[in-house]
Antibody
């Protein structure tokens, strides 16, 4: 069974950066795109971007261009999402989610990482 | 791009059928069959319930079904059960610039 295990909760000050990890087990890490989705308190999910674990190629939502960097380490089957210049409205649960074989949806999700931005 | 529009809440009695709409535009829902639906319980990650507008992943109850017409997709839950009480979100592919847009979410209450 595919499992995505994320790093723990973070508390950051405005202007800082945060890096969240997502370790994949149970399947070939390089076989599917990995997406990052965030969900602010009481809000719907928001797609942030995706990385091709095979090539390292990325696509980012326009809203996060210049502030987000997605990387991966194939030796440890781990994807990373770094968000910089944090603001209080970046407070959210951040999820990694695997692209389904069929495409167009996300079939396996990490447990989520709460990032709190507060002075 | 703006979120897809869903009703804030839908309720029904056990055994009834309910439907949740998801309204987008010709740039997302109307252009591609890549609409998916997710069930989410408080404090948990979303779970895929429907993909490609009408298909059900292995392990998802046949009580859940999806449809799409024009710019609107719908999720129907038949034979409503207490365990179906959750938040439901739609998601649509919106092309290679925007990629994905989610819905505003619908709280399903079982009376």
């Amino acid at each position: 069974q595919v499992q995505l295990v994320q790093s723990g909760a973070e508390v950051k000050k405005p202007g800082a950066s945060v890096k969240v990890s997502c370790k994949v087990s149970g399947d070939t890490f390089t076989g599917n795109y990995m997406h990052w989705v965030r969900q602010a308190p009481g809000q719907g999910p928001e797609w942030m971007g995706r990385i091709n674990p095979n090539t390292g190629g990325t696509n980012y939502a326009q809203k996060f261009e210049g502030r987000v960097t997605m990387t991966r380490d194939t030796s440890t089957s781990t994807a990373y999402m770094e968000l910089s210049t944090l603001r209080p409205d970046d407070t959210a649960v951040y999820y990694c989610a695997r692209d389904a074989d069929e495409g167009g949806c996300f079939d396996f999700w990490g447990q989520g990482t709460l990032v709190t931005v507060s002075s | 791009q703006s979120a897809l529009t869903q009703p804030a809440s839908v309720s029904g009695s056990p055994g009834q059928s309910i439907s949740i709409s998801c309204t987008g535009t010709s740039r997302n829902v109307g252009s591609y069959n890549l609409v998916s639906w997710y069930q989410q319980f408080p404090g948990k990650a979303p779970k895929l319930m429907i993909y490609e507008a009408t298909k059900r992943p292995s392990g998802v109850s046949s009580r859940f079904s999806g449809s799409k017409s024009g710019n609107t997709a719908s999720l129907t839950i038949s034979g409503l059960q207490a365990e179906d009480e959750a938040e439901y979100y739609c998601c649509a592919y919106a092309g290679s610039k925007t990629f994905y847009v989610f819905g505003t979410g619908t709280k399903v209450t079982v009376l």
